[in-house]
């Protein structure tokens, strides 16, 4: 018997949006995806959309708004069946146009922007949606292949050097920076494309988690291309 990769492990794939958000997470598994290959011109959304900064929110009135050639109406139409179904199911879905995210250097040798491998964090219980339509994709890591970096003894040496208060609140005190929430990636590690068109469920760390939440970061964007992600 062949074994399995950590990818197949953690990712489960369905057919359909309601199996997409029903199917519970369990044991390994915290990313599920839903397969698509979607038609429509979704460049030329981004290319109609008047920025504003470096991420630029498109509302709904927007998009419906844009005067676009038959592939555009297209690519509209499922980014509105996409935006409906999931508000729907009770999510608050943002669709961007990100030319890039900020970048944090308050801490060079620690940065804790979206660029970083890292979880996603809640009080309540809840999943992180996304699905980029256009440009560089977001990549998921497999848990067995990324280390808390707060655990790393080098790492957690300078954190040290970063706090000045009592031992007993150093680890609220990498809570509350969102230290604890980034990870670092072993030698061997094979991040996995999300690939385009396809809506993804991950696994967000809260109270009443079953499963590891689901370890991700953003793309370093092409020069000169935005992409188009909706995400909630």
């Known amino acids: 018997m062949t074994d399995l990769s950590p990818a197949e492990h953690q990712i489960h794939r369905v057919t359909n949006f309601q199996d997409l958000v029903a199917t519970p997470f369990s044991g390994e598994m915290n990313a599920i995806c839903w397969p698509r290959q979607l038609t429509g011109d979704f460049s030329e959304i981004v290319k109609k959309v008047a920025l504003s900064g470096n991420i630029t929110t498109i509302e709904q009135e927007e998009l419906h708004e844009l005067q676009l050639s038959e592939q555009g109406q297209l690519a509209r139409e499922i980014l509105l069946h996409d935006l409906e179904v999931l508000k729907a199911h009770g999510a608050s879905p943002i669709l961007n146009v990100i030319s890039y995210y900020d970048r944090d250097d308050t801490f060079p040798f620690f940065p804790t922007?979206?660029?970083?491998?890292?979880?996603?964090?809640?009080?309540?219980?809840?999943?992180?949606?996304?699905?980029?339509y256009y440009g560089e994709s977001s990549e998921i890591l497999p848990n067995s292949q990324g280390k808390k970096k707060v655990l790393i003894p080098a790492i957690r040496d300078e954190l040290k050097k970063l706090y000045h208060g009592a031992a007993e609140g150093f680890e609220s005190f990498l809570s509350d920076h969102f230290f604890d929430l980034h990870y670092q990636a072993t030698p061997d590690?094979?991040?996995?494309?999300?690939?385009?068109?396809?809506?993804?469920?991950?696994?967000v760390d809260h109270p009443e988690s079953q499963v590891p939440p689901c370890i991700h970061r953003a793309p370093t964007e092409k020069p000169g291309e935005s992409r188009l992600l909706l995400i909630c």
């Open 113 to 132: 922007d979206v660029y970083s491998f890292h979880v996603d964090r809640s009080p309540i219980p809840t999943d992180t949606f996304l699905c980029t």
């Open 189 to 203: 590690a094979r991040p996995i494309s999300l690939g385009l068109g396809h809506l993804w469920r991950l696994a």
